[in-house]
């Protein structure tokens, strides 16, 4: 997506987050970013710099929790819905839908004069 979207894209980074979460359970960092981008067909790319401060303040706001496990030696982190974060997603992706189908209706054409006289 270009950087004009990229504006779109900071104000939907939770909700993508906990939507993501809500469906798969638990991921970490870099399958987040691959499952958007799969999901997108490659249009939305989500580089670290982006996810991962939306991770931790979604930690903070305790919606997300935390499990480090060794992989191959290293630690990978997973992420992880709290109860109140799934309740949050689905509060997020209603509101979100709800924007998209008024955005929707303001964007399109408006009706002629003529069929509104009539």
Same mark, same amino acid.
């Given at each position: 997506m270009e950087s *004009?979207?990229?504006e779109f894209l900071r104000g939907?980074? /939770?909700?993508? &987050? @906990? /939507? @993501?979460l809500s469906e798969? $359970?638990?991921m970490y960092g870099y =399958?987040? %970013?691959?499952s958007v981008k799969e999901r997108t067909q490659g249009e939305v790319t989500l580089t670290f710099g982006a996810l991962y401060p939306v991770l931790h303040k979604l930690e903070q706001e305790g919606f @997300? &929790?935390? =499990? *480090?496990v060794e992989v191959d030696g290293r630690l990978r982190k997973y992420y992880? @819905?709290? #109860?109140? $974060? *799934?309740? %949050?997603? &689905? !509060?997020k992706v209603s =509101?979100? =839908?709800r924007f998209v189908e008024v955005m929707r209706t303001l964007l !399109? #054409? #408006?009706p002629s004069l003529a069929s509104v006289s009539r």
């Open positions: *004009s979207g990229n939907t980074l /939770k909700t993508i &987050v @906990l /939507k @993501l798969h $359970g638990r =399958e987040i %970013t691959q @997300l &929790v935390t =499990e *480090s992880s @819905l709290t #109860p109140r $974060g *799934s309740e %949050t997603a &689905v !509060q =509101e979100f =839908e !399109q #054409p #408006p």
